[in-house]
């Protein structure tokens, strides 16, 4: 129990501030998004500004009511004290994946790196949302433990943004690669430890003390 309580205070931490950043920067400091679309070169599709940015709007909010949703479903106080809110807020982190996945099927034509960086966010939008629904599944069969290894390996992804850039500073700002590459490998490479982080988060913890697994 204080292995858990520890990692779901520094995922608190971590979550909370990156809401925070996310929010201040794309709707304060750089609503117009210049600093990240100046990287934006040699693009095969004429980006339309004013759609695009509204959908990031869209995709960055929606980003952030995830985050926040899946945060608070793995408290185990707020779900033994409402499992109708606990159910309530499950629902509103599945529609909000399934919006920022929509999104970003908008965006992924046009991002940094060209047609290999597109293709790696392709995957990501086809994976994240096929995880949840099997979390949705396995506790509509009462398999919560299932249903909570579903649901760590789902909220995983809400630090894709995350983790592409730190990746991507890595490689541009560390060993000195272009940046377009970078942020291609950024991908591929968020895409990898994505996948593999939950499942060494999973054994760690071990099982839930309520388990109706079948």
């Known amino acids: 129990m204080k292995k858990q309580r520890t990692l779901y205070g520094l995922l608190a ?4 501030l990156f809401i925070l950043y996310a929010l201040v920067k794309n709707y ?20 339309n500004l004013p759609v695009w940015l509204n959908v990031m709007y869209v995709h960055v ?11 608070i479903n793995f408290s ?7 499992r109708m809110f606990h159910r309530i807020n499950g629902y509103v982190y599945l529609v909000s994946v399934l919006l920022v996945v929509l999104t970003s099927g908008y965006m992924a034509p046009y991002a940094t790196g060209g047609k290999i ?12 949302p096929i995880i949840t629904i099997i979390a949705l ?22 630090f894709t943004n995350m983790s592409i850039h730190l990746i991507t500073t890595l490689f541009h700002q560390g060993f000195g690669f272009v940046y377009a590459a970078s942020y291609t490998i950024g991908v591929y490479g968020s895409l990898v430890l994505l996948l ?6 999973i054994r760690m913890i071990g099982q839930p003390n309520a388990v109706i697994d079948k």
């Not at 185990?76 to 409402?82: T, V």
């Not at 599944?137 to 809400?158: D, E, G, L, P, T």
């Open 196 to 201: 593999a982080i939950p499942n060494v988060i």
């Open 137 to 158: 599944v396995q506790i509509k069969k009462k398999r919560i433990a299932r249903h909570r290894n579903w649901m760590i390996r789902s909220y995983a992804f809400c």
């Open 76 to 82: 185990n106080r707020i779900r033994e004290r409402s």
């Open 13 to 16: 931490g971590v979550s909370i």
């Open 117 to 128: 960086s597109s293709m790696g966010f392709n995957a990501l939008n086809i994976i994240w």
């Open 28 to 47: 304060l400091i750089d609503p117009e998004a210049a600093a990240f679309l100046s990287h934006k070169t040699g693009l095969k599709r004429e980006l």
């Open 61 to 71: 909010a929606f980003a952030c009511i995830a985050m926040a949703a899946g945060l």
